[in-house]
C-alpha cells in the first residue's frame, strides 16, 4: 500500500502579474506556502518513506526566498505557474511526486500534477 509524505513550507516574495485583466498589476508581497506531495511505495527500515527533513532543506535551495520572482522567471509568476513550475522542478529529484499546491494567500492557491 503507498503512502503520501506531504511537507509544507512558507516562503516570502513578490511579484507582479502583467496582464492582470487587461492591464499590469503592481509590484507586491505575499506570504505563499508550498505543498509537496511525494509517493512512498514502501518504508525503510525507521518507518519513513522520505525524510521531511531532507525535502525541506531541497526547498530551502529552490524556493525564491525573499526574491522578486518576476526577476527570476521567464514566465508570469502567478500560482498557477508557480504550481507548475515547483512541480517539475521537484520531480527531477522526487520521480513520485503526485503534485504541488501553491498558496499565494491563506484562501487563495492553485495545483498542478500530471494525470
Not at 531541497?58 to 522567471?73: S, T, V
Amino acid at each position: 500500500m503507498p503512502y503520501i509524505v506531504r511537507v509544507k513550507k512558507e516562503f516570502q516574495s513578490a511579484h507582479y502579474l502583467t496582464d492582470y485583466h487587461g492591464k499590469p498589476e503592481p509590484l507586491h508581497g505575499h506570504t505563499w506556502t508550498i505543498e509537496v506531495f511525494i509517493r512512498a511505495e514502501k518504508l525503510d527500515k525507521g518507518g519513513m518513506g522520505y525524510d521531511f527533513v531532507e525535502i525541506d532543506k531541497y526547498l530551502d535551495e529552490i524556493l525564491p526566498n525573499y526574491k522578486c520572482m518576476n526577476e527570476i522567471y521567464d514566465f508570469s509568476p502567478s500560482a498557477e505557474n508557480l504550481a507548475k513550475y515547483f512541480y517539475e522542478k521537484i520531480k527531477e529529484k522526487y520521480p513520485t511526486l503526485q503534485k504541488v499546491i501553491v498558496w499565494e494567500t491563506k484562501n487563495g492557491g492553485a495545483e498542478y500534477y500530471e494525470e
